[in-house]
Nanobody, 115 residues
């Protein structure tokens, strides 16, 4: 099994930056990709960014050019650098891992952008 723990959320003003971290443990060898989702109150959970084992990445149109996903493979960490944050970015951000017999979610971390 894979366990995921997010950190780095908080309150930031419009235009500010935050970096979220996702620490993976357990059967990390089974992971094919890790992504970040977010869910705002009343909305469905939406995919924000994804990073594959070959370091290729995908982004949603809403965050492309502002967010960067990266990873530290040696330490089983995945980061989400979020720049130029806007009120619409306010949400709970979740880390998710997918792979061989793997579909794991973290507990989420709150990001609030104040205007």
């Amino acid at each position: 099994q894979v366990q995921l723990v997010e950190s780095g959320g908080g309150l930031v003003q419009v235009g500010g930056s935050l970096r979220l971290s996702c620490a993976a443990s357990g059967s990390t060898f089974a992971i094919s990709f890790i992504d970040w989702y977010r869910q705002a109150p009343g909305n469905q959970r939406e995919l924000v960014a994804r990073i594959y084992s070959d370091d290729s990445t995908n982004y949603s149109e809403a965050v492309k050019g502002r967010f960067t996903i990266s990873r530290d493979s040696a330490n089983n960490l995945v980061y989400l650098q979020m720049n130029n944050l806007q009120p619409d970015d306010t949400a709970v951000y979740y880390c998710h891992a997918d792979g061989y017999r793997t579909d794991a979610w973290g507990q989420g971390t709150q990001v609030t952008v104040s205007s």
